[in-house]
């Protein structure tokens, strides 16, 4: 089993920027990909960025330029710097990990709130 727990969110306005962070603890070795989704009020979740163990990622187009996924596999870590915020990023975060580099999803955070205010 792997546990992830995210921190980071908060409330900011518009154009400003924030950094949040995903610790893992459990079974890391059977982890490949870690993620970032989003479920915007009202909407169903969608991934925002993935990375896989090597490094490589992927970003949906509406965060391309403005947010960049890391991870620290030292501390066991994942990140997601987000800039140039928009009202429409607000949602609830959620960090993923698991096996498949497209879509990470064996195991899920609880989630954290970001508001973007405009």
């Known amino acids: 089993q792997v546990q992830l727990v995210e921190s980071g969110g908060g409330l900011v306005q518009a154009g400003g920027s924030l950094r949040l962070s995903c610790a893992a603890s459990?079974?890391?070795?059977?982890?490949?990909?870690m993620g970032w989704y989003r479920q915007p009020p009202g909407k169903q979740r969608e991934l925002v960025a993935v990375?896989?163990?090597?490094?490589?990622?992927l970003y949906a187009d509406s965060v391309k330029g403005r947010f960049t996924i890391s991870r620290d596999n030292a501390k066991n870590t994942l990140y997601l710097q987000m800039n140039s915020l928009k009202p429409e990023d607000t949602a609830v975060y959620y960090c993923?990990?698991?096996?498949?580099?497209?879509?990470?999803?064996?195991?899920w955070g609880q989630g954290t709130q970001v508001t973007v205010s405009s």
């Open positions: 459990g079974t890391i070795f059977s982890i490949d990909a």
């Open positions: 990375i896989s163990s090597g490094g490589s990622t």
């Open positions: 993923a990990a698991g096996q498949n580099y497209f879509r990470p999803s064996d195991y």
